[in-house]
T-cell receptor
Framework: ETGVTQTPRHLVMGMTNKKSLKCEQH?????MYWYKQSAKKPLELMFV???????ENNSVPSRFSPECPNSSHLFLHLHTLQPEDSALYLC????????????FGSGTQLSVL | DQQVKQNSPSLSVQEGRISILNCDYT??????FLWYKKYPAEGPTFLIS?????DKNEDGRFTVFLNKSAKHLSLHIVPSQPGDSAVYFC????????????FGKGTLLTVNP
């Protein structure tokens, strides 16, 4: 399998649930990112990891907890989310950081009830 | 305040004609600009980029023009094909160690056969 794969594609969760989003890249890249796209808003950067080290936390609430166990895998752990957190969550990778050329996964469409 | 603006949410053109997608920015520190294309149910994919030291970059049917004095860039697609129908995002960065890409909200291009 090639590229950046994200699972699940769709997720519905209650505000008290705990869930995790998974991202895997098969490109040999050293940097991975989480982006959020809310309805009618631009893509917003959430987190950046370079060689498993978090290098950016873009003022994201603590109910979102990223984890990068190695340069190929990235997780976003979710707990006690709010309905306004419903959005498309996109994972991306790049060869290096900084690098504007990003390779995105297909995203996880999250609905918080 | 949005630093990258795509003021046209949608654009419809006939197959074979030129498509022109526009993007305006406000941050004079931006020095690298990109266009990404997104099909439904897929992640954005990198299309073309331009550095602020250039005013034009061409790649096949796609050309990006940069007007620094007007803080404006545009993407020209000639000739347009039905497979070009997608959402196009403009993005900008200020280079250096800045990891952040600032995205516009996107323009939905529909190319009619």
């Amino acid at each position: 399998e090639t590229g950046v794969t994200q699972t699940p594609r769709h997720l519905v969760m209650g505000m008290t649930n705990k869930k995790s989003l998974k991202c895997e890249q098969h490109l040999g890249h050293n940097a991975m990112y989480w982006y959020k796209q809310s309805a009618k808003k631009p893509l917003e950067l959430m987190f950046v990891y370079s060689l498993e080290e978090r290098v950016e936390n873009n003022s994201v609430p603590s109910r979102f907890s990223p984890e990068c166990p190695n340069s190929s895998h990235l997780f976003l752990h979710l707990h006690t989310l709010q309905p306004e957190d419903s959005a498309l969550y996109l994972c991306a990778s790049s060869l290096t950081v900084p690098n504007e050329k990003l390779f995105f996964g297909s995203g996880t469409q999250l609905s918080v009830l | 305040d949005q630093q990258v603006k795509q003021n046209s949410p949608s654009l419809s053109v006939q197959e074979g004609r030129i498509s022109i997608l526009n993007c305006d920015y406000t941050n004079s520190m931006f020095d690298y600009f990109l266009w990404y294309k997104k099909y439904p149910a897929e992640g954005p994919t990198f299309l073309i980029s331009i550095s602020s030291i250039k005013d034009k970059n061409e790649d096949g049917r796609f050309t990006v023009f940069l007007n620094k004095s007007a803080k404006h860039l545009s993407l020209h697609i000639v000739p347009s094909q039905p497979g070009d129908s997608a959402v196009y995002f403009c993005a900008a960065s200020s280079g250096g160690s800045n990891y952040k890409l600032t995205f516009g909200k996107g323009t939905l291009l529909t190319v009619n056969p």
